[in-house]
């Protein structure tokens, strides 16, 4: 995958025996890496060149300098292959800029850059393959960001490295905010209806692809601190299933007034009492074993789109209010029907998304949070409270959330599919989107399309 570019020769610094190369060899050596680092240019320069000398020889001076021209002006004109062209040629022009970068620095990075491999365009900036040559590390690699930066003009330069190869990083040059102006509207705003067993687009990338969470049989937790934008990327969430009549929303709201514009669409919409809220979720388990007996007389395993039964969906914001509230055998109560529902009722049609500033385990018990399987971190003060969200470790490998500025609202990492977070902003719903979502998503479970929503209490 990684393209071998030669290693820099620092012979001469390394080794006494050649401390006085000759001139020749220093041509040499200058020549070799003048035609490394500008090969793309020097091809694309000798192609045409080839040609028309050919031609000269064969036709003469005239017809050689027409037909050149004209297939020069073939190849650069046609809006493909110029775009091409101008791919080719930026990519050149990256693999030299990290070369002049690379040589830059000081230590064991500089005998042993990385290699340059793949690159490739994205919206805010280059996406590009390195291999860690032997003796170094991502750790230094990480320490050079901001000369690698400086050095290339840009913005800022982020890295991650392959879970699986330790030696394989994906640098990540960001030229402009990718996530300034998504300029991407959510497309619940505008949609009819929405199929929850499909893919839910949720955000943007760095890239400005759209986001997609697959939520069957996955659970989601959300960490981050106030103000992050966790309600708002729930909403996201909320709205696709309120979309689709077939799925149950149950609620819970620790706040009240997050979730209260869904409230018509829900089965059961629950605020701060605890009380209720065990009851709440007694009447899902009971639900959840029905579930299990139907499933064992109908011989599956498990509930599966167009089977008859829909899906369940429990949301909850501010979870730390239900199981680190002040009445402590009310708080592990609920902790504990909440980790039976989460641990069991994937198989029954039941996904659980839940939302808290920081799920450490004073707050969130580790049985119950190590059950969600995906998770998705907005802006956290320290790095150890992103590895709280994500898991551990992943803050060591370049993803931490703490490393968000303050004001980039609803910028994240989501850990879910592919084993590796991906940095998004969610699409933003406001208030008036939200409050249109909802009034269109309870016309069409009541199957009324001129119904109007009941008060909220
Ligand atoms: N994706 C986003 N894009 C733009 N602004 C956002 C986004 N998400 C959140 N915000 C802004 O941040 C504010 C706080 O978000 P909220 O979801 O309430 O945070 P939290 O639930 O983490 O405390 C919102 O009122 C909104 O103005
Ligand atoms: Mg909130």
Same mark, same amino acid.
């Given at each position: 995958m990684v393209n071998q570019s030669p290693s820099r020769s620092n012979s001469s610094r390394s080794n006494p025996a050649h401390s006085d190369p000759s001139v020749s060899d220093e041509i040499m050596e200058l020549l070799i890496r003048f035609v490394t680092v500008w090969r793309v240019e020097l091809v694309l320069v000798a192609l045409p060149t080839a040609l028309g000398i050919w031609l000269y020889v064969r036709l003469g001076p005239v017809a050689a300098g027409v037909i050149t021209a004209t297939a020069v002006l073939a190849v650069v004109v046609p809006p493909p292959s110029r775009r091409l062209l101008g791919r080719i040629l930026h990519r050149g022009s990256v693999r030299r800029h990290l070369d002049v970068a690379f040589s830059s620095l000081a230590g064991v990075l500089h005998d042993r850059p990385p290699i340059i491999g793949t690159v490739v365009r994205t919206h805010g900036g280059d996406r590009v393959q390195l291999g860690l040559r032997h003796g170094t590390s991502i750790e230094e690699l990480e320490r050079a960001g901001a000369i690698i930066a400086s050095s290339l003009g840009v913005r800022s330069v982020a890295m991650a490295v392959d879970p699986a190869h330790q030696n394989l990083v994906t640098l990540t040059i960001i030229r402009?905010?990718?996530? !300034?102006?998504?300029? *991407?509207?959510? +497309? %619940?705003?505008? !949609?009819?209806?929405?199929? !929850?067993?499909e893919p839910i687009p949720v955000g943007v990338d760095e890239e400005g692809e759209i986001v997609h969470l697959s939520l069957a049989e996955h659970n989601v937790l959300f960490g981050g601190?106030?103000? $992050? $934008?966790k309600s708002v990327a729930l909403s996201v969430l909320v709205a696709a299933f309120a979309l689709d009549p077939g799925v149950a929303l149950w609620l819970f709201d620790g706040? *009240?007034?997050?979730l209260a514009p869904w409230s018509g669409c829900a089965e059961r919409f629950v605020g701060p009492d605890i009380t209720l809220a065990i009851s709440v979720l007694q009447e899902l388990r009971t639900e959840m074993d029905h579930r299990y007996s139907e499933l064992m007389a109908r011989k599956v395993k498990k509930v599966s789109p167009g089977g008859g039964l829909g899906l369940h969906v429990v949301v909850i914001d501010e979870l730390a209010l239900y199981v680190?509230?002040?009445?402590k055998k009310q708080a592990d109560r609920f902790a504990e029907l909440l980790r039976d529902l989460v641990a069991r009722g994937r198989a029954a049609g039941i996904i659980v998304v839940a939302a808290t500033q920081k799920p450490s385990i004073d707050i969130v018990p580790s049985v119950l949070r190590d059950l969600f399987g995906f998770r998705w971190a907005l802006r956290c003060a320290t790095r150890e409270a992103s590895d709280t969200v994500l898991g551990s470790g992943w803050s060591s490998r370049?993803?931490? !959330?703490?490393?968000?500025? +303050?004001? %980039?609202?609803?910028v994240g990492l989501l850990l879910h599919e592919g084993g590796v977070p991906v940095r998004l902003r969610s699409f933003h719903l406001t208030d008036t989107d939200v409050g249109a979502i909802a009034e269109r998503a309870y016309r069409l479970r009541s199957g009324d399309p001129t119904a109007a929503r009941t008060p909220e209490p």
């Open positions: 402009r905010d990718p996530f !300034a102006s998504t300029g *991407l509207r959510c +497309p %619940m705003v505008n !949609a009819k209806g929405f199929d !929850a067993s601190e106030p103000g $992050g $934008g706040k *009240l007034v997050e680190a509230g002040v009445d370049g993803f931490s !959330a703490a490393d968000i500025a +303050p004001g %980039m609202r609803g």
